[in-house]
Structures are given as C-alpha cells and as structure tokens.
C-alpha cells in the first residue's frame, strides 16, 4: 500500500497550504472592494466559524488517526474499517447535535456584533446556512483521519489545493451577481460538500483493501473515545483563543475593525503552511513510533525555526509597504502595526506545532488539554483588558503574547519528557529572542533601503546558521543536488 515519505509528505503538505495564499492575494482586494469592508468582516468570521465547526467531532479525528496509524501492519489492522464505521457514525450524530445548537443562537449570535440593523437579517439566515454544514465538517475528519494515518498527503491536497483556491474564488463570483451574505457562505458549504465526497470516496479505496477479519472491539472504542476526549478539550480551546479575538473585536468595536485585524491576519498566518505541514506530516510519525523521537524532534524544530523566520521579518520590516501596495494607504494606516505584532505570534505558534504533534502523537493529548486550560482564562483577560485600550492593536498583542507563552510551556514539557533535546530545546528559543528582538530594535524609524539591508543581511546569517546545524544527512542531499545541477 502506498504510503508518503516523511519529505514528499511534507512537500504536499506545504502545496497544500500554500497554493490558496495565491487565490487569497489577488481576491480578497477584490472582495473588500465589491462587498465593503462591514461584509467582507461578516465573512472572514464565518471563515473562522467554519474552521472551529471541528469542535464538534470531540478530537476524533485527529483521535482515529492516532489509532489506526498503531494498527497498520500488525494483526490488529483488521480492526481498522470497523472502527472507521464506528467513528463515522459518532461524527455523524456530533455534527447534527452541532448543527441544532448553532442554529438555535443565531440570532443571538447575530445581535451580538456591532453591525448595520438592516445587514441584521441577512446574517441571521447566513448563520442558519453556516449551521448546516456543520456535519459535512465532522464526517469529513473521519476522512482525512484515515488518509493521514495512510500518509496519503498526495491525496488529500490534491483535494485541499483546488478547493482552498475556490475557498476565495467562489464569493467573489457569487458578490458579482449579489452581496447576500447567505449566498455567500452557501457558497463555501457547497464547496465542503464537494470536498467531503472527494474524500470520502479516496478513504473508502483505502479501506477495501484491509480485510476485516474482527470488528471493532469495545476496548478499541474505549481508546478511541479517551484519545478524543482530551482531544475535544483541544478542539474546544485552542480555536478559541486563535479566533475569538476577532469575534471580540466585532462586539466591542465595528466590523470594519474585524476587517483591518483580520486581513493582516490571512497574510501572515500562510507562514503557517510550513508549520502545519511539519505538524500533519510529523504526527503518524510520531503515532508508530517509526521514528528516533529526540532527534526527528529536535531537528524538525530546527529545520521550522530558520524557514519561517525569513518570513516573520519580512512582514515585521515591511509591513506598511505590504498593505499599502496591496490594499492601499489607508488600510496600511490600520493595520500594518497588527501585522508587525501578529508576526512575532505567528513565529512563536509555528515552531511550536512540533512539540505539540509529538505530544499528541506519543498519546499525551491530556498535557497539551490540561496547558490550553490554564491559558485561556489569562488570556482572556488580556484581551478584555488592552482591547478597550490599545483598540486592534491590543487584540493583535493579547494573541501574539499567549502564542509565545504557549510555544516555551510545551517545548518545557517536551524537555521533561525527552532530555536529550533540552539543549536543542534552549537555543531554539533563545535564537527567536533574539532575531525578534534584532528585528523590533531595527524596524521603527529606518528607511526603506536600511531595512532591506537589515533583512538581507539576517536572512544571510539565518541561512548559514541553518546550513550549519543542519544534520548530515540533509547536507548530503544538499551536496548530491549540487553536484546534479553542475
């Protein structure tokens, strides 16, 4: 059976994520421009609230990747289909339990943002339609939870590229022929149905090919559920405080407001297409126990680190110039100070992605569940404290900073749990202080030509730095591509 490497998987992995960055750059201009900044904020919201709909599948997902990946190859693989159908149809019952208690707050829901009395019923009929999809989303993780463990990245991005691209194609041909918020997001549900069937029928090839000679057992179910419990408490909490700000936002301030947060947000959170790659692709690794854990850890942290950072200085240096060929001077005015305090969260998240996979793949999730409890609370109160204060900016600086305390909490526990990488663990982290520290002292007040010198000139040293403390292995891949195109 075909199974991605650790490397093509996270090349697809990265085309994944990356391709829709593409459709998202020429559209969402476009978009802000036909629909208005009030409803292009309604529709990044529901964007989110699509992405947090995995709440409801109770971790089982991610749960049912981590028990067929222990199943392949040993006598237990026979239990794999049986324990697919199993989970198929928790998933289904969740995603209707889900999709009842959305629509029954809509219209609270709806009343609670500051927007326009008349786009109000508009958006309580958008709310109704998003609720519907709530299955399509739970069913769709029992899916790529078996495609995962399979390590058919080739497969699910060759679904995930086209239909992130029609993600932002789609309302903006539909806001030509109507600025109805309902047809908008009806528009991204038909779009998740495509994608549910696609996956469904890739799984299903998958799964005729094990013979299922036992069901699934109830201590099978029993595992499944107590992975995916914590799992839920992740689910739950995490989206929570990577979304909620903007739905704070949309509260407290307008959904103008939500627009100039948001939009920096899209842009610079795509440094994500490699964290998440390294994360999709590390987790069955880790779930088999296939792999040297101290050192695919330790060197997957690296190898994250010195790519994204190019990246995170980048927009930090650049912003305002960003925003204002892209969007123009006035939406740079708004939030190119976001987009330099975003950058330094995304950082801090993006790396930490890596511990947080092999926590969750060696079986840990109650330690990741029990860490996003005990932040959420403080950072709550954060963001109800700067918001009213310091406005988007306050928002951007509540979630960069939580983000930060996050990446070194889990790479602390990650060290108790592997010594051998305490070391890597440190200097890890005292290369982001530092190069982010270089970056804020650097940034303000110099002209453009002086901080392209200063990014030019830390990207040199990054990328040596990195050629350095790249293992050998990966320098002799380096050297045999040298040699090949001499």
């Known amino acids: 059976m075909k199974r991605n490497s650790l490397f093509s998987g996270a090349i697809w992995n990265i085309l ?10 020429f559209t969402i201009p476009a978009l802000i421009a036909r629909i208005g900044s009030a409803h292009f904020g309604f529709l990044s919201i529901a964007w989110a609230v699509i992405g947090y709909f995995s709440i409801f599948d109770l971790g089982l997902g991610r749960a049912l990747t981590h028990s067929i990946s222990k199943r392949i190859g040993t006598e237990r693989q026979g239990e794999i289909p049986g324990l697919v159908r199993n989970a198929k149809k928790l998933l289904l019952g969740l995603g209707l339990l889900g999709s009842a208690s959305l629509a029954a707050i809509a219209p609270w829901l709806a009343t ?14 958008a709310i109704y339609v998003l609720a519907l999809g709530v299955p399509v989303v739970t069913i769709t993780s029992s899916s790529l939870g078996v495609l995962t463990a399979f390590r058919r990245f080739d497969v699910i991005n060759a679904v995930r590229i086209p239909v992130g691209v ?3 194609l789609l309302p903006l041909a539909i806001a030509q022929a109507s600025q109805s918020l309902a047809a908008l997001i009806l528009s991204l549900l038909c779009l998740r149905l495509v994608n549910l069937v696609i996956l469904e029928i890739a799984g299903s090839r998958i799964l005729r090919t094990i013979p299922s000679h036992a069901p699934s057992t109830s201590e099978a179910l029993r595992e499944l559920l107590t992975f995916g419990g914590w799992m839920t408490v992740t689910n739950v909490i995490s989206p929570m405080m990577v979304y909620f700000d903007r739905f704070f936002i949309g509260s407290a301030l307008s959904m103008s407001d939500v627009a100039f947060y948001t939009t920096p947000y899209l842009i610079v959170t795509k440094l994500w297409v490699i964290s998440n790659a390294a994360s999709t692709t590390l987790f069955p690794r880790f779930a088999d126990g296939s792999a040297a854990e101290s050192n695919l850890l330790a060197e997957s942290s690296l190898l994250l680190l010195l790519t994204m950072l190019p990246g995170v ?19 740079a005015n708004h939030s190119k100070i976001v987009l330099q305090i975003l950058a330094i969260g995304v950082l801090a998240n993006g790396i930490a992605q890596v511990p947080f996979a092999y926590l969750q793949g060696r079986g840990q999730p109650r330690k990741t569940a029990i860490l996003h409890l005990t932040e959420l609370p403080a950072y709550l109160l954060l963001l109800w404290l700067l918001l009213p204060r310091l406005g988007i900016e306050g928002a951007a600086i509540s979630w960069s900073l939580r983000n930060i305390i996050d990446c070194i909490l889990l790479y602390a526990i990650c060290w108790r749990t ?3 990488i305490s070391a890597l663990a440190i200097d890890r982290l005292a290369v982001v202080s530092a190069a982010t520290a270089f970056a804020a002292t650097t940034c303000f007040d110099l002209n453009l030509i002086v901080r392209a010198i200063v990014f030019a000139t830390t990207s040199s040293v990054i990328a040596a730095a990195a050629y350095h403390h790249l293992p050998e292995p990966y320098l002799a891949r380096i050297r045999t591509s040298i040699r090949v195109r001499e």
């Open 166 to 168: 029609f993600n932002f």
């Open 313 to 331: 200085l980048f927009f930090y240096l650049f912003s305002g110039e960003i925003l204002t060929i892209w969007l123009g001077g006035e939406f």
């Open 418 to 420: 592997v010594p051998r």
């Open 112 to 125: 609670s943002f500051n927007i326009d009395q008349q786009l109000r019923g508009d958006a309580i009929l």
């Open 16 to 25: 994944g994520e990356a391709t829709p960055l593409a459709a998202a750059i």
